[in-house]
């Protein structure tokens, strides 16, 4: 049964049932709601958009989304972050990442717990930037273990061919969801962009 996030709306979690691939999901979660003939987002919910589908599905949506300029323009310039939720947090991925985020906690985990954890060649990260991620990661962490009283990991103490894999897996998945670092600097990211490859397997959708 799929759960609703507290922060997911109605129509969003009502289309998350029958997305499957990553960019559907992307743009389920950026529905606020649905009316006879209109569709609102969540970083525009002051705004109403006209729209016509001719079929009934999450596809047909987006496709008519798309075939109205001004929603087509909406979802091409969605935010990335939010501030976090104390002054000492980093910001966080807003909620219509949640998949992403999703998929980057089971990358983690995985680092830690996986047999075998390559990284991706392909993707270029110079060893100064492995340690910033792995910092990030250890601040949310200790975080995230003050608030439950747990023991939390140490990404320090992974292998450094962890790290890195660690590192190359986070940003190949960014990728994935049309966030690249000249994306990042802008602070916002394209559902029409997003990989149409289906959520991974270590992700429970």
């Known amino acids: 049964m ?7 709306s109605i129509a969003g979690w009502l289309l998350l049932r029958n997305a499957q691939r990553l960019r559907e999901r992307a743009f389920s979660r950026t529905v606020e709601a649905l009316d006879h003939d209109s569709i609102k987002f969540v970083h525009t919910s ?14 047909g ?7 109205n300029t001004w ?21 966080e ?10 998929i980057l906690a089971a990358e983690a985990g995985q680092a830690f ?8 060649p392909d993707v270029q990260i110079p060893d100064e930037h492995v340690g910033v991620v792995m910092h990030a990661l250890q601040r949310e962490m200790d975080r995230e273990g003050k608030s439950r009283q747990r023991y939390p990991v140490e990404f320090i103490d992974l292998p450094k061919e962890r ?7 986070r940003r190949w998945w ?13 602070g916002h990211w394209s559902v029409w962009d997003v990989s149409e490859d289906e959520m991974p397997e270590m992700v429970p959708i």
């Open 93 to 102: 991925l807003v909620p219509m990442l949640q998949d992403l985020a999703d």
């Open 113 to 120: 717990t996986s047999s075998y954890y390559p990284g991706i």
């Open 71 to 91: 929603s087509r323009d909406r979802l091409a310039n969605v935010p990335i972050s939010r501030p976090g939720r104390s002054a000492l947090s980093d910001p």
């Open 163 to 169: 790290q890195r894999a660690l590192a190359e897996r």
């Open 174 to 186: 960014f990728q994935k969801f049309s966030i690249t670092p000249e994306r990042w600097a802008t």
């Open 46 to 59: 002051d705004q109403i958009f006209q729209i016509h589908p001719v079929e009934p599905a999450v596809t």
């Open 2 to 8: 799929l759960v609703r996030d507290p922060e997911l």
């Open 61 to 67: 949506l987006m496709a008519a989304c798309s075939a």
